[in-house]
Every structure is written in structure tokens, then in C-alpha cells.
């Protein structure tokens, strides 16, 4: 793995972390093709029966680097980010997640595709598509109704405004909230006690719980992507980056 996405194996357990804290974690072309690395590895390994996913420095991830990004723009289904998706979906293992501080764009929805997650008391999830002139992805737009209910999840992705861990387990996108200085340990206990599960029963389980749907995610992705990438190319997109990236030149 790169410097920017950092593994480790212990008791089964798969620690994935997002390593680039002084840009809040934010995703690269590279950290995403990475982290897809990393998932179908694991796949392949019969030495890791859970993956957890985390971020250093307190942050899970603030998204997608702005400015990688608009270099790098998503152009089709091969692309880094939805290759990362589809070992997301398509993870026979049980993936969890600590979360804590941002959680972005892809920082949330990467969560609908988790099979358990811990967040912290501070963690402010964001989904900022519209107002960056994009549109929902990572098969939000199925799941998250779904999940929170359309009401809830047509305000969450529509407004596009940050809310709170509260908030999220509300939503379904989260199991617990505990404190910050409990996360690690709460998050880790959780894998390892799934990972000392019979290994094919928890995989039977998570297929039987996922499959009915899968399909339809897979459709979704497809969906999503498809706009998302013809939304980059409009004025709305290419007008909110810019002022994106000039509120971030005053900092």
C-alpha cells in the first residue's frame, strides 16, 4: 500500500486507514485505487475475515481532493473511485468503520455499504453534491431512502448541509456513537469479536442480508456515475469548483 493508505492485520482483523491527514484525508486518484487494492486483497486472503476502515488524525475523510479531482476527473465505470465502489458492494467479508471528525461526500456514502459502524460524538457528515452542482453517487440515491426514509434522505441530498452523528444514527448510516476517545477501542473490539465468528456463517449471513439488493446497487452505481460524470462537464459543477477553489486560496 501507498504512504497515503496504510494496512494492517491483527487477529483477523483488516485495519484499513486513510493516512493524509494534513489534507483531512482527502481522496486522490491514487489513495482510491489503493483502497480498491486493498478490499480485493483482502478478498483473497484467507487470513482476514473483517476489514475495518478508519482515517489518521482524527478525520475519516474529508472527500475528494478538489483539486486531484479536477485533474483527474472520473470518466467512466473504470475509474479509480467506482472500481473502489464495486469492491465496496462486492465485499464478501464484513467491512466496519470508526468514524470521527469530517466525513464527506464518499466519507458518508461509502458508510451505506458498511455492515457496521462506529462513530464519535464529533463526527459532522457531510453530502455536498448538489451545491457542488453534482448529484447524488455511491448508490445513495437507492439506499439512503431506503434506510432513513425518503423524507429524511431527500433533505440529507438535497440540501446538502453537514449533520451530526445524532443525525446519522437516526438515518440508519451508523450502529453507535460514542466518545472520540472510545472510538478505536469500541471499533476494534466489534471487529475482532466478528472475526472470531465462524468465518463462512458470517459470510453466509452478510450475502443473505446484501444479495436481495445488490443488483439494484450495481444498477444504481451505474445510474449515479453516468449523471455525476455528465454533471462535471456542466456550468453548475465547473462554476462551484471554482469558487471552491478560491475560497480555499484565501485560507
Known amino acids: 500500500m501507498s504512504d497515503t493508505l496504510l494496512t494492517k492485520l491483527e487477529s483477523g482483523v483488516l485495519t484499513v486507514t486513510f493516512n493524509r491527514p494534513e489534507k483531512k484525508n482527502a481522496f486522490t486518484v491514487a489513495m482510491y485505487e489503493a483502497a480498491a487494492n486493498a478490499l480485493r486483497q483482502a478478498e483473497a486472503d484467507a487470513n482476514v475475515r473483517v476489514v475495518l476502515l478508519t482515517g489518521a488524525g482524527g478525520v475519516f475523510t474529508a472527500g475528494n481532493d478538489i483539486g486531484d479531482f479536477m485533474e483527474n476527473p472520473p470518466t467512466g465505470e473504470d475509474s479509480a473511485v467506482f472500481r473502489f465502489l464495486r469492491a465496496l458492494v462486492d465485499a464478501s467479508k464484513p467491512v466496519l468503520a470508526a468514524v470521527d471528525g469530517p466525513a464527506v461526500g464518499i466519507g458518508t456514502t461509502m458508510l451505506l455499504h458498511c455492515d457496521y ?135
Do not use: W, Y
Not at 450495481?218 to 471554482?242: C, I, N, W, Y
Open 117 to 251: 459502524v462506529v462513530a464519535s460524538e464529533r463526527v459532522r457528515f457531510n453530502m455536498p453534491f448538489v451545491q457542488l452542482g453534482l448529484c447524488a453517487e455511491g448508490a445513495s440515491s437507492l439506499l439512503l431512502p431506503r434506510m432513513a426514509g425518503t423524507a429524511l434522505a431527500s433533505e440529507l441530498l438535497l440540501f446538502g448541509e453537514p449533520f451530526d452523528a445524532a443525525t446519522a444514527l437516526r438515518a440508519g448510516i451508523v450502529n453507535k456513537v460514542v466518545p472520540p476517545a472510545n472510538l478505536l477501542e469500541v471499533a476494534t473490539e466489534r471487529a475482532t469479536a466478528l472475526a472470531s465468528r465462524p468465518a463462512e456463517a458470517v459470510r453466509v449471513t452478510k450475502r443473505l442480508v446484501r444479495d436481495p439488493l445488490r443488483a439494484e446497487v450495481h444498477a444504481a452505481l451505474v445510474r449515479e456515475g453516468a449523471e455525476f460524470v455528465q454533471r462535471l462537464q456542466s456550468t453548475e459543477a465547473q462554476e462551484a469548483f471554482m469558487a471552491f477553489m478560491a475560497r480555499g486560496a484565501k485560507k
